[in-house]
């Protein structure tokens, strides 16, 4: 519409402006992704958006996504201004796991290696040895267990609970949840599944462990999307947040994609597979943190000797990774 298009036109303006550059992830809504891939930013999976900010040369990273993902981001590039739509996108996982508790339960164990999911504080991940995204955590967990090492893992416990149990590591899990993810349903997948007996079921391993038993591939946003690419069925069956349906629906134009189904209707429901807090990311917050005069609303700031503290994990990762 046309309020839309006006602010579609300001933005791309502004970003050149500013020289600026938008990094969206596949759960932010799908004007939000053709803006982002439209003006030469980027739209990805948590590792790659880390990547993506860490190498382009703008001098300004406007991170369509949530806290946790500004702050990585500006953990990683501490030159450049980090803005945000809005600062209130937070994430449960992020909420769940406060860093005075966490580091006493790392305190307690002294013997193990701290592993922390990218989706937490960056206080949290500046208690951690590594930082992981769940299109890696897999790969530093078998190594880590190769070496010998005993793990603490939060603060996901379906993502720790399934690489515990693919890699037999030593592990104590955080109890966190992602209220998106915690909400499929092995019983109506089930059901789901002999309404569509030729469909591949795609799942997110923040999904609880009955439904990631179901799955056909197991993965990261952008795993799912390879895989929806590499295996031969006409439909998938999805199992992660809906915003991914924009990407892989253009990696996959000729198959069905079909949502997984959740726990309930109406109130029982706490997000219906769309993140509440990644669709905060709107068209009108994008191009008011551009022109903003109040950047406390939008400006991601990390204090500087956390942030140090904090760039460890994250560079043993990316260096990992490479
Ligand atoms: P990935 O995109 O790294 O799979 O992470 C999913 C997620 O939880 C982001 O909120
Ligand atoms: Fe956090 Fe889940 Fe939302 Fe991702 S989808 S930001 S893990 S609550």
């Avoid at 939060?154 to 399934?162: E, M």
């Avoid at 509440?276 to 990390?302: C, K, S, Y």
Wanted: net charge negative.
């Amino acid at each position: 519409d046309v309020e839309k298009h006006r602010y579609r036109e300001q933005i791309k303006q502004l970003l050149k402006q500013e020289n600026a550059v938008l990094v969206a992830h596949y759960y932010t809504d799908p004007e939000i992704q053709a803006l982002a891939e439209a003006t030469g930013g980027c739209v990805s999976d948590s590792l790659e958006m880390a990547r993506f900010g860490k190498e382009h040369p703008a001098t300004t990273l406007i991170v369509a996504g949530v806290k946790f993902m500004g702050e990585t981001a500006k953990i990683l590039s501490p030159e450049k201004t980090v803005l945000m739509p809005t600062l209130e996108a937070t994430c449960s996982l992020d909420v769940g796991c406060p860093v005075d508790d966490f580091s006493a339960f790392c305190d307690a164990h002294p013997d193990y290696t701290v592993v922390v999911y990218a989706n937490t504080s960056a206080a949290v991940k500046a208690r951690a040895d590594w930082v992981v995204t769940s299109s890696i955590a897999l790969e530093v967990v078998e190594h880590l267990d190769s070496l010998g090492e005993k793990i603490i893992w939060g603060p996901d416990r379906h993502l720790g609970g399934y690489i515990q149990k693919q890699t037999g590591a030593d592990m104590l899990l955080w109890q966190g949840e992602c209220v998106v993810h915690d909400e499929f349903k092995a019983n109506a997948l089930r059901q789901l599944k002999i309404q569509y007996p030729d469909a591949a079921i795609l799942v997110h391993p923040e999904s609880p462990a009955s439904v990631v038993e179901m799955a056909d591939a197991v993965g990261s946003t952008s795993q799912l999307i390879s895989a929806s690419q590499t295996l031969p069925n006409p439909q998938f069956i999805v199992a992660t947040d809906k915003g991914i349906f924009y990407k892989m629906q253009q990696a996959v134009p000729g198959k069905q994609l079909i949502e997984a189904p959740t726990g309930g209707q109406g109130a029982t429901c706490r997000s219906c597979a769309h993140c509440p807090w990644m669709a905060m990311n709107g068209l009108r917050a994008i191009a008011d943190a551009l022109t903003t005069t109040q950047p406390h609303n939008h400006e991601v700031f990390v204090e500087e000797a956390l942030r140090q503290q904090a760039l460890l994990p994250l560079t043993r990762m990316l260096n990992f990774a490479a």
